[in-house]
C-alpha cells in the first residue's frame, strides 16, 4: 500500500490534471462540433493512456459515437493547444527576464490563439544577430529614429547635428539619417498589424515562378516542364509543388515566390506614412528597404513553408489513404499456397506455405531463358502441388512474372488449383530485414521473398505489418514530406487497421502483435515468449500472467485479440471481458446455452437490448454485443476476388491506342491512378479520365487493388509512360 503522501501528491496531480482538462476541452468546443462532455471523455481517456481504436470501439457512450478520425484531430488539436502554452510560457519568461513585460503586454501575450501571432508579438524582443538597427543604436541614432518616426518635426534639419559624433562612427547628416531609417525598417518589419497585412498579400497574390539552373539541362530532364514556370501559388495542386521543391532541393531548378513589390510598398506606407513633409520622406525610403531587406524574405520562407505543410497534407493523405487500402485488402484466408518468386537467370524461388504460413518446402526451378528447363520446371511443379496438395499458385508480379504466369496457367494439373499474381512491392525490404533473418535464419532472401509473397495473398494485413510502410510503393513524394508527421500517420493507419480487424492470439506474429491497442513491441515479444514456453494461450484471462501486462495493458487489448478454440467461445470474437457478463445474462435470460448463443444469426427476434442497460453500459454497448453475437469474430475485410491480365499483352511493345485491358490499381495520387496492366509498368489514369463527370479527388472512383477495366490512350516507349482511360469507347 502507498503511503499517505504518495497518495496525497497523485490526488494532487489528478486534480491539476482534470483541470487542464476542463480548460482545453472549453477551448476545443468552439472548434468541434461535438458535445463538451464527449470532448472532455476523450480528452480524460486520453490521458489515462487509452488507445484510439479501443476508444472508439468500447467507450462509445463517454464519446458520442466518435470514431477513430475525429478522435485522432481532438487528440492532435489538444496536443498544439498544450505547445502553444508552453511557447506562450517561455516567452512571457523570455520578456520578463528584460524587464520588457508590461501588464498590457502580458495581456495580448496571453490572448492569442496562434502561434503565428506569438511569434509576430514576440519578434521585437527576440535575440538577434547584430543587426544594422542594432549597430545604429549603439551609434545612439534611436532618438533620431524617434523623431523622424513620429513624423512631427517640419525641419530635421536642426535636430541632426546633435547626433554627428565621429567617435561613434557618425561622420555626416547622410550617415545619422540612414541609420535611423535602420531602425526605422526594422520597427516595421516587426510591426504585428503589418505582417499581417503583407501576409495576406501573399496569400491572396503570390505568384510562384522556376527556373533551370544553368548547366543542369540533362541532370533536369525529368522537370523539363518547370525549367521556365510560374502560377499562382495558391491554385498549385501539392504534387506539383512538391515536385518543384524536390527539384529545388536537388540543385536544378531556382524557385521564387513573389508579390508585387508596389503593393507591398503601398501598404506599408498607408500605414506609416501619416505626413507630406521631410520625415515622410524617410519613412517611404524605411518601407522600401524594410520591405525588400527584411519583410519580403522573411514572408516568402513563411508562405513557402505553409504551401508546403498544406502540400505535406495532402500527400500524407494519399500515402495513409492508399496504405488502409492496400492493408485491408481482401484476404485469400488459410489456404495451401505455392509461392513463386519468378526471375529469368536466377531461376524462379518456390516455397511450399501449409495454411498457417508456415515454411514446408523450397526450391528453383529455371523455365526461362537462358536456361530454358521448361519440361523439368513443368513436372517439377506438378509434382510438389500433389505432394503437398496445394489449393493456390502465388506468383510474384516483377521481373518474368507474367512468363511464369502463362507457363503455370498451361499446366494441366491433377487437382483443381488457381493461379494469381502478387504484388510484390516491398518483398525485397522484408527479406533483407531482421525480422526476416529472425523468422528464416537458416535460408536466403530470395527464399525469404518468396514467402512474403505467399503470405500477403493468404492475409495481406498480417504479412505487410513487418514491412515499413514507406517501403511498400503507396506514397506520393513520400520523400519530401515531413517525415514525423508522416510517420505518425502511418503507425496511425496500420493501428487502426489492425484493431479493425482483429489479431489471433495464438498465431499472430511479434509485429502484427506490437500494432493492438496496449500492447507495443516489448509487450508483443514478452507475448510471443509466454506462447511459446505454454503451448498458446487457452484464454484471454492469462495475458494477465504475461510480464508486464498489467490491468490497464489488458483493458486496451484483450478485446482485440482473438482465440478461436479457446476455453470460452467469446474469446473468438470482439466482445470485450469486461462485458462477459451482459452475455451470461442474456444467456441466463433465455435459457441458451453460450455456445449456441454465439452465431445466432435472429438473436435480434427473442432478445430486447433495453433489458440489459446500465448505468456503465448504454445502448451502443449492447448493440455492438448482438452484432458480434451475430457474427462473431466477423472480418470488415471484403470478399477475395479473382483477377486476371489479359492474356494478349505482356509488355509495353504490345500495346497499341484503344486497346481495352483488365488492370488492378496500385497506387493513388492527386492526380490520378496508375494501373497494372500486365506489361511491368504501370499506366496512369488521370483525373480527368476516371469518369465524365468532374472529378476533384480520384478516391471519389478508384480504391487501392480495385479490378478496372482501362482503354489504352498513348503510349511513350522512350519515356516508359502509358497513358490510360477509364472512359471506355469514348476515344476519337
Request: with cysteine.
Amino acid at each position: 500500500m502507498l503511503p499517505a503522501t504518495s497518495l496525497f501528491v497523485i490526488f494532487v496531480r489528478t486534480i491539476i490534471i482534470m483541470q487542464e482538462i476542463t480548460f482545453y476541452a472549453s477551448q476545443l468546443l468552439g472548434e468541434f462540433n461535438v458535445q463538451y462532455q464527449y470532448i472532455r471523455n476523450v480528452l480524460t481517456l486520453l490521458s489515462e493512456g487509452a488507445s484510439i481504436p479501443f476508444i472508439a470501439r468500447y467507450r462509445k457512450e463517454m464519446t458520442g459515437t466518435m470514431n477513430e478520425e475525429v478522435i485522432a484531430a481532438l487528440q492532435k488539436r489538444f496536443q498544439q493547444l498544450l505547445q502553444l502554452d508552453k511557447r506562450r510560457e517561455a516567452i512571457l519568461e523570455s520578456i520578463r527576464e528584460q524587464e520588457k513585460l508590461t501588464p498590457e503586454l502580458q495581456q495580448l501575450v496571453e490572448s492569442v490563439k496562434t502561434m503565428q501571432e506569438l511569434e509576430d508579438i514576440y519578434l521585437p524582443y527576440k535575440p538577434k544577430r547584430r543587426t544594422k538597427a542594432i549597430i545604429a543604436r549603439e551609434k545612439g541614432l534611436e532618438p533620431l529614429a524617434d523623431l523622424i518616426f513620429s513624423q512631427k518635426v517640419g525641419n530635421l534639419s536642426s535636430h541632426i547635428a546633435a547626433f554627428i559624433s565621429p567617435s561613434k562612427g557618425v561622420d555626416n547628416p547622410d550617415e545619422a539619417l540612414a541609420g535611423a531609417r535602420d531602425i526605422i525598417a526594422e520597427r516595421i518589419a516587426e510591426n504585428m498589424d503589418a505582417r499581417t497585412k503583407l501576409r495576406g498579400l501573399f496569400q491572396r497574390t503570390a505568384g510562384i515562378s522556376s527556373k533551370l539552373v544553368k548547366g543542369k539541362e540533362s541532370e533536369a530532364g525529368t522537370y523539363h516542364q518547370y525549367f521556365d514556370w510560374k502560377e499562382p501559388l495558391a491554385h498549385m495542386p501539392s504534387h506539383r509543388l512538391l515536385a518543384v521543391l524536390r527539384a529545388e532541393n536537388e540543385g536544378l531548378l531556382k524557385v521564387n515566390v513573389e508579390v508585387d513589390d508596389e503593393k507591398a510598398i503601398d501598404l506599408l506606407e498607408k500605414q506609416f506614412v501619416r505626413s507630406n513633409g521631410e520625415s515622410a520622406g524617410h519613412i517611404r525610403l524605411a518601407a522600401a528597404d524594410s520591405w525588400k531587406r527584411l519583410l519580403s524574405p522573411s514572408l516568402e520562407n513563411e508562405i513557402r513553408a505553409m504551401y508546403k505543410e498544406k502540400a505535406d497534407e495532402v500527400a500524407i493523405r494519399v500515402f495513409t489513404e492508399n496504405l488502409r487500402q492496400l492493408l485491408m485488402a481482401p484476404p485469400l484466408g488459410q489456404k495451401r499456397v505455392l509461392a513463386v518468386d519468378p526471375g529469368f537467370r536466377t531461376g524462379c524461388k518456390i516455397v511450399i506455405l501449409d495454411q498457417h504460413g508456415s515454411l514446408l518446402h523450397n526450391e528453383t526451378i529455371y523455365p526461362h531463358p537462358p536456361e530454358h528447363q521448361v519440361k523439368q520446371s513443368v513436372q517439377k511443379l506438378k509434382t510438389l502441388v500433389n505432394s503437398y496438395q496445394v489449393d493456390v499458385i502465388a506468383i510474384g508480379n516483377g521481373t518474368a512474372g507474367r512468363e511464369t504466369e502463362d507457363l503455370v496457367r498451361g499446366i494441366q494439373f491433377d487437382r483443381d488449383l488457381i493461379a494469381l499474381m502478387v504484388n510484390e512491392s516491398g518483398a525485397s525490404v522484408y527479406s533483407a530485414s531482421k525480422v526476416a533473418r529472425d523468422e528464416f535464419p537458416d535460408y536466403d532472401i530470395t527464399v525469404r521473398g518468396a514467402v512474403s509473397i505467399g503470405r500477403r495473398l493468404m492475409d495481406p494485413l498480417a504479412e505487410l505489418v513487418k514491412i515499413d510502410p514507406k517501403s511498400i510503393g503507396v506514397g506520393q513524394y513520400q520523400h519530401d514530406v515531413d517525415q514525423k508527421a508522416l510517420q505518425e500517420s502511418l503507425v496511425f493507419t496500420v493501428e487502426s487497421c489492425v484493431n479493425a480487424v482483429g489479431v489471433e492470439l495464438n498465431t499472430a506474429s511479434e509485429q502484427l502483435l506490437s500494432y493492438v491497442s496496449g500492447i507495443g513491441s516489448q509487450l508483443a515479444s514478452n507475448i510471443i515468449a509466454f506462447r511459446q514456453s505454454n503451448k498458446g494461450f487457452r484464454n484471454r484471462g492469462e495475458l494477465l500472467k504475461v510480464p508486464r501486462l498489467g490491468e490497464k495493458a489488458f483493458e486496451q487489448c484483450a478485446g482485440f485479440l482473438r482465440i478461436r478454440g479457446g476455453e470460452n467461445p467469446l474469446d473468438a470474437s470482439a466482445v470485450h471481458p469486461e462485458s462477459y457478463h451482459i452475455v451470461n445474462q442474456i444467456a441466463k435470460k433465455t435459457s441458451k446455452d453460450l455456445h449456441a448463443l454465439i452465431g445466432q444469426k435472429d438473436i435480434r427476434q427473442f432478445v430486447n437490448p433495453s433489458d440489459y442497460l446500465s448505468e456503465k453500459t448504454g445502448m451502443e454497448t449492447i448493440n455492438d454485443i448482438l452484432n458480434e453475437l451475430e457474427k462473431p469474430g466477423r472480418d470488415p475485410r471484403q470478399q477475395f476476388e479473382m483477377f486476371e491480365f489479359s492474356k494478349d499483352v505482356r509488355n509495353i511493345n504490345d500495346l497499341k491506342p484503344g486497346m481495352e485491358l483488365n488492370g488492378i490499381v496500385t497506387n493513388i495520387t492527386a492526380f490520378g491512378a496508375f494501373v497494372d496492366i500486365g506489361v511491368h509498368q504501370d499506366g496512369l489514369v488521370h483525373v480527368s479520365q476516371m469518369a465524365d463527370r468532374f472529378i476533384r479527388d480520384p478516391n471519389q472512383v478508384v480504391k487501392l487493388n480495385q479490378k478496372v477495366r482501362v482503354q489504352v490512350v498513348a503510349i511513350d516507349i522512350d519515356r516508359n509512360r502509358i497513358s490510360l482511360t477509364m472512359k471506355l469507347g469514348k476515344l476519337t
